[in-house]
């Protein structure tokens, strides 16, 4: 059969992606690419860390960096996207920007981390309160809520699930329960952190029911890295994507509510937070 006819394949533009070694959600990341756009991933050295502040520091080392970085030069990437959370917020604003420096040093080509598109995205919006949903210990959720708190932004509340492995097996319902327990009536968008933490089909529903916009950390990493390319990210009915779920609200055809779960921590506002080994049974 004569397909020569066909005359492609259809020109790709590269977006690279350095990932912590234990990411799983690739196919996640995918959903909010546009067809001519690829996406090339590489990931950092594995380390025998559970998800921590160590684990953030280690993955986020700018000799790894540097590494990953030129790992994916050899396929001309147009922009490099660092997609972990606690690894580009540890260091504070100050470390975001020096990951950044560090990326472009190593690649020559522009470079964005999750915890710097978060703010990006949060700019966008006009976002001055936001509330907060993380998986993790109360040790890596404080270090997020400094960071926000160093860009201006005032955090009205936050929840936490507890864990240090298996991050990416977490169901949307899960995250729905914690983002309902977070949020309160001052809080003007939602940020779920952690791209290991599946979100791409929770957040239409989420911003359906809390009325305010709902971002996450995979969906901002994508968002900023295609507008580096100067295109747009696919998301139907996220605010941040969908112009017109921005403008309107998200518009969804009778969308149940899931189910509340009886135990769901939320992070206290008194002394004496958890041991972090206590750990929450039945999460990892």
């Known amino acids: 059969?004569?397909?020569?006819?066909?005359?492609?394949?259809?020109?790709?533009?590269?977006?690279?992606?350095?990932?912590?070694?234990?990411?799983?959600?690739?196919?996640?990341?995918?959903?909010?690419?546009?067809?001519?756009?690829?996406?090339?991933?590489?990931?950092?050295?594995?380390?025998p860390v559970e998800v921590s502040l160590d684990l953030a520091r280690l993955v986020s080392e700018h000799e790894t960096l540097h590494d990953a970085v030129?790992?994916?030069?050899?396929?001309a990437p147009e922009v490099v996207a660092y997609a972990c959370t606690s690894g580009s917020f540890v260091g504070?604003?100050?470390?975001?920007?020096?990951?950044?420096?560090?990326?472009t040093q190593a690649g020559d080509l522009p470079s964005v981390t999750t915890s710097g598109a978060l703010?990006?995205?949060?700019?966008?919006?006009?976002?001055?309160?936001?509330?907060l949903v993380t998986p993790y210990t109360v040790s890596v959720t404080q270090?997020?809520?400094?960071?926000?708190?160093?860009?201006?932004?005032?955090?009205?509340?936050?929840?936490y699930m507890g864990l240090t492995r298996h991050i990416w097996k977490v169901p949307y319902r899960d995250v729905a329960e914690m983002a309902r327990r977070a949020v309160d009536g001052?809080?003007?968008?939602?940020?779920?952190?952690?791209?290991?933490?599946?979100?791409?089909?929770?957040?239409?529903?989420?911003?359906?029911?809390?009325?305010?916009?709902v971002i996450s950390a995979n969906q901002v990493t994508m968002w900023a890295a295609l507008r580096r390319l100067g295109t747009r990210a696919v998301g139907p009915y996220q605010a941040l994507i969908d112009p017109a779920a921005r403008q309107s609200g998200p518009v969804l055809p009778d969308v149940p509510a899931l189910p509340a779960l009886p135990e769901a921590q939320a992070l206290p506002d008194v002394p004496g937070l958890p041991d972090e080994e206590q750990q929450q049974e039945g999460w990892t």
């Open 1 to 47: 059969m004569d397909v020569t006819f066909l005359g492609g394949p259809r020109p790709q533009r590269g977006v690279g992606v350095v990932a912590p070694f234990d990411f799983a959600l690739d196919r996640e990341l995918w959903r909010w690419v546009p067809d001519e756009v690829s996406l090339h991933l590489t990931r950092t050295p594995y380390v």
């Open 70 to 75: 030129r790992t994916l030069t050899a396929i």
């Open 186 to 213: 001052g809080a003007e968008a939602l940020f779920i952190s952690c791209t290991n933490l599946p979100t791409y089909d929770v957040i239409p529903q989420l911003e359906a029911e809390l009325r305010i916009p």
């Open 119 to 131: 703010l990006e995205a949060l700019a966008e919006l006009d976002v001055r309160r936001v509330a």
């Open 143 to 159: 270090a997020l809520e400094e960071y926000v708190a160093e860009a201006g932004v005032v955090v009205t509340g936050c929840a």
């Open 92 to 103: 504070g604003i100050a470390g975001e920007r020096a990951m950044c420096c560090a990326m």
